[in-house]
């Protein structure tokens, strides 16, 4: 049985291409599993580069967007030295956070694993914001998510 994609997925996607480094394996030669988090974070960040939403420019904003959860579901190993691209899809909400579905697909094309995150908003005292920061709902605008 297929599965069904998130149903407020968008259209806007970034690549971002990664070589596995020795010390990210473990002593089976495979990806240790809790790297595939620090892709996810690799992905956000040339998705946030590319469409002018980076860590630096929440930050730039007052404003933090920490995990509050993550999902990855492992289907093939990967291996030193192999070459594995991250895709990262923005998913449109109307609450005050940010989601993210990934791909992982090694040199073949084949899903290595798949996630998700969700992010919320914090301002600079560390208070959650139960809206959708202003520089936020700009963003969406001018991408034509809302």
């Known amino acids: 049985m297929k599965k069904k994609e998130h149903a407020d997925a968008t259209k806007y996607k970034a690549t971002y291409d990664i070589r596995i480094r020795f010390n990210e394996t473990d002593p089976l030669g495979i990806v240790w599993h809790g790297y595939y988090i620090h892709y996810f974070e690799d992905g956000r960040e040339a998705f946030g580069r590319k469409y002018g939403i980076s860590y630096l420019d929440v930050q730039k904003n007052g404003y933090a967007t920490p995990i509050v959860k993550s999902l990855c579901e492992h289907k093939l190993p990967l291996r030193y030295g192999e070459i594995a691209t991250i895709e990262t899809t923005f998913v ?10 990934y791909k992982i697909l090694n040199a073949e094309g084949n899903i290595v694993c798949t996630g998700e995150t969700v992010q919320v908003f914090v301002d600079d005292k560390g208070e959650l914001s139960l809206t959708n920061p202003p520089f936020f709902e700009i963003w969406k605008q001018q991408m034509e998510i809302v």
């Open 92 to 101: 449109n909400t109307s609450a005050a956070k940010m989601i993210f579905l």
